[in-house]
């Protein structure tokens, strides 16, 4: 099946500092990606929605600021969380959309853990 | 808004057991409804989906019925074995424009032998 990437799969870093994420379609295109944020026992939650070549659309309470996605093709889009603090610790899924299949078929990266310190 | 709710887990079971996870939803208009699973260190991959009321979803040995009169997407295994140890995400796409999917909190199953 189709294979997302996310680089790093986990990552440290000190408040303050700007931490970026890539997420890539490997063997498809994406027009479509997604960025999740889940906490531990909770649901992924969507953050926001990254359309190839426009600005994506964030969610409501989600500080587009400072969570900066960038879908610069349609094979990567990056999430970049700048001037990281403590509460951004979380674990970070991106989600695309293979156009060729349609609509319904959406593949996940592994994802990245954020410890922020 | 659309939510999921499944069962809270985890849920432990010897292998060859029967398998249950309870997921219902809520949401307006006909929703597509799934179940991902994501096995340790892996990503989310889709199992099974339907996508409008009475079909049913099915793969591996995984059952899932799309019942609109109880707004309920429950996943089932008749036997379950240990490489079925996984999380377990039911999820609904509403069913107007590039809507993205909608995901319960996850049940983790873990399959003894």
């Known amino acids: 099946g189709a294979v997302v990437s996310q680089h790093p799969s986990w990552v440290i870093c000190k408040s303050g500092t700007s931490v970026k994420i890539e997420c890539r379609s490997l063997?498809?295109?994406?027009?479509?990606m997604f960025w999740y944020r889940q906490f531990p026992k909770q649901s992924l939650m969507l953050m926001a929605t990254?359309?190839?070549?426009?600005?994506?659309?964030?969610e409501q309470g989600v500080e587009k600021d400072k969570f900066l996605i960038n879908h610069a093709s349609l094979t990567l889009s990056t999430l970049t969380v700048t001037s990281a603090h403590p509460e951004d610790s979380s674990f970070y899924i991106c989600s695309a959309r293979d156009v060729a299949s349609g609509r319904e078929t959406q593949y996940f990266g592994p994802g990245t853990r954020l410890l922020v310190l | 808004g659309d939510s999921v709710t499944q069962m809270e887990g985890p849920v432990t079971l010897s292998e060859e057991a029967f398998l249950t996870i309870n997921c219902t939803y809520t949401?307006?208009?006909?929703?597509?409804l799934f179940w991902y699973v994501q096995y340790p260190g892996e990503g989310l991959q889709l199992l099974l989906k339907a996508t409008k009321a009475d079909d049913k979803g099915s793969n591996k040995g995984f059952e899932a019925t799309y019942r609109k009169e109880t707004t309920s997407f429950h996943l089932e295994k008749g036997s379950v074995q240990v490489s079925d140890s996984a999380v377990y995400f039911c999820a609904l796409r509403g069913d107007s424009g590039n809507t993205p999917l909608v995901f319960g909190k996850g049940t983790r199953l873990s399959v003894i032998a």
């Open positions: 063997d498809f295109q994406a027009t479509t």
């Open positions: 990254s359309n190839e070549g426009s600005k994506a659309t964030y």
């Open positions: 949401a307006t208009g006909y929703p597509s």
